[in-house]
């Protein structure tokens, strides 16, 4: 009779599932990003240098960045690399993923390639693009002269050192291109063989199914991409 009357229910074992599955990743978010954010958020009301306790300065360091011209410009630099970097990387990683989705020949062989540069370290990346981009003798500026076109001085110029990190973002769209073929053998074959029954060619069949049966995928996309570059540092900092 005890026995029976402490039996769970379906409902209820499937709750303890739930919570014993999911309580490692509470308490990983708690100890690894809960607990240092509300540190930090702390600290930033602080007089704090690792070698004292800290001493509570209210709005005074807010009021010193807010005041700082370098604090604006650093803003007006990163969003214009997002706006740049951002839709590019995911209208070449959607073009990419359109072609390797195809029955091609070696098409896995090809996505593989085109995976790699995702998982490359950062720096590594870096340090790569900063011999491609070399005023004298980098390989981009060397295609460029067989054109007769005489390359800029890329990374050490004002002018060209913020366009050089956009075009080297767009080496990491992998991770991207995986995620749109994720979406792409997602989309049910019969709505392009309605559209062709209707006359629809390539591009009409691209404009009025696949981007509509994969806008979810994109805005997934766009916002990682946005929440990524609003937090790039080490790549600017080892190129410029």
Do not use: C
């Amino acid at each position: 009779m005890i026995g029976r009357n402490f039996r769970l229910s379906l409902s209820q074992r499937e709750a303890m599932l739930f919570y014993a599955l999911i309580a490692p990743w509470v308490v990983g978010f708690i100890l690894f990003l809960g607990y240092p954010m509300l540190r930090s958020l702390y600290l930033s009301f602080t007089d704090y240098n690792l070698l004292s306790p800290p001493v509570w300065v209210g709005l005074r360091n807010y009021e010193r960045i807010f005041n700082d011209p370098e604090f604006w410009q650093s803003l007006k630099v990163t969003f214009i690399y997002a706006l740049g970097s951002v839709p590019g990387g995911s209208i070449i990683a959607l073009a990419l993923a359109m072609v390797l989705s195809q029955k091609l020949r070696g098409v896995n062989l090809w996505r593989t390639i085109f995976f790699l540069p995702s998982i490359l370290s950062s720096i590594a990346v870096a340090l790569l693009w900063l011999y491609v981009f070399r005023p004298e003798g980098g390989l981009l500026n060397i295609v460029l002269g067989w054109f007769g076109i005489e390359g800029p001085g890329w990374y050490t110029s004002e002018t060209w050192a913020l366009p050089a990190l956009i075009i080297m973002s767009w080496w990491s769209v992998g991770g991207q291109i995986v995620i749109y073929l994720a979406g792409l053998k997602g989309i049910p074959e019969t709505l392009y063989e309605v559209a062709e029954i209707d006359g629809a060619n390539n591009w009409a069949k691209f404009r009025f199914v696949t981007l509509p049966m994969l806008s979810p995928t994109i805005f997934f996309n766009l916002v990682l991409g946005i929440i990524g570059a609003l937090q790039v540092f080490d790549v600017g900092w080892v190129m410029t």
